[in-house]
């Protein structure tokens, strides 16, 4: 049973950087691809980001690429969002995510085996 914890939400306003965090535990870490979902109020839960066991590959929902960045550090057991250039439509509970299976495209949240509980990401105007 894999355990995964976010952290590192809050409140920015437009224009401005947030790097999300999501702890790992309770399994082998490299052992899963992982992931960066987000749900806004009122809308389907969408991917934003993924990257395999290594690291050595990554892929971004259209609307995120050259803006965010995920990567992951096995010695910590840690997946990262880091985020910038943040504007209100990005506003939605972030959701780090992950499964044993790779794929080089946007998931479906239907496929995640373990999913975190949800950090809260607000951007002003």
């Known amino acids: 049973q894999v355990q995964l914890v976010e952290s590192g939400g809050g409140l920015v306003q437009a224009g401005g950087s947030l790097r999300l965090s999501c702890a790992a535990s309770?399994?082998?870490?490299?052992?899963?691809?992982m992931g960066w979902f987000r749900q806004a109020p009122g809308k389907e839960r969408e991917f934003v980001a993924s990257i395999s066991w290594n690291g050595a590959s990554t892929y971004y929902a259209d609307s995120v690429k050259g803006r965010f960045t995920i990567s992951r550090d096995v010695t910590s057991n840690t997946l990262y969002l880091q985020m910038n250039n943040l504007s209100p439509e990005d506003t939605a509970v972030y959701y780090c995510a992950a499964r044993r299976r790779w794929v080089a495209g946007p998931w479906s949240s239907q496929y995640i085996d373990y999913w975190g509980q949800g950090t809260q990401v607000t951007v002003s105007s």
């Open positions: 309770g399994g082998t870490f490299s052992s899963y691809v």
